[in-house]
């Protein structure tokens, strides 16, 4: 795999993610795709990527703006950098209550490519940063 053909790779995932298109977005998926969760566990499987995006399309209305994607010389590892623009819909277990707040969080991944397909995904934001958000705005 080329390293134009990573980014674009990993460039039409965001595409997938941002238009809710989660057909193509889990299409682009190897079926073992390793997923790190940000601050939580590691879960295998397309079908575990399946649930964990289902869960996050019921709790958060989310938008990545100002995406830059990098890559390694062989196309194996990419890097991307992007602005979450985010609703926070129903409340998530563990985390503050929902009622509509927006949020607006840096954050991003880390994957591994193998036969033209993502086989790693680790995302990372500030949680933190995140619940002080949506903290500071169900407060006024």
């Given at each position: 795999?080329?390293?134009?053909?990573?980014?674009?790779?990993?460039?039409?995932?965001?595409?997938?993610?941002?238009?809710?298109?989660?057909?193509?977005?889990?299409?682009?998926?190897?079926?073992?795709?390793?997923?790190?969760?940000?601050?939580?566990e590691?879960?295998?499987?397309?079908?575990?990527?399946?649930?964990?995006?289902?869960?996050?399309?019921r709790?958060?209305?989310?938008?990545?703006?100002?995406?830059?994607?990098?890559?390694?010389?062989?196309?194996?590892?990419?890097?991307?950098?992007?602005?979450?623009?985010?609703?926070?819909?129903?409340?998530?277990?563990?985390?503050?209550?929902?009622?509509?707040?927006?949020?607006?969080?840096?954050?991003?991944?880390?994957?591994?490519v193998?036969?033209?397909?993502?086989?790693?995904?680790?995302?990372?934001?500030?949680?933190?940063?995140?619940?002080?958000?949506?903290?500071?705005?169900?407060?006024?």
């Amino acid at each position: 795999m080329t390293r134009s053909h990573t980014e674009a790779l990993i460039f039409n995932y965001y595409q997938a993610f941002n238009q809710r298109d989660m057909t193509t977005f889990l299409d682009l998926l190897t079926a073992d795709v390793i997923h790190d969760i940000n601050q939580s566990e590691r879960e295998i499987g397309k079908e575990a990527f399946a649930r964990f995006m289902e869960r996050m399309n019921r709790h958060y209305q989310e938008t990545l703006k100002d995406i830059v994607i990098l890559s390694s010389p062989d196309g194996e590892r990419a890097a991307a950098e992007f602005v979450v623009h985010g609703e926070y819909l129903l409340t998530d277990d563990g985390l503050p209550a929902a009622n509509g707040q927006r949020y607006v969080l840096p954050a991003g991944a880390f994957f591994d490519v193998q036969n033209g397909k993502i086989a790693r995904v680790s995302s990372y934001y500030n949680l933190d940063d995140w619940i002080r958000q949506v903290t500071e705005v169900a407060a006024d």
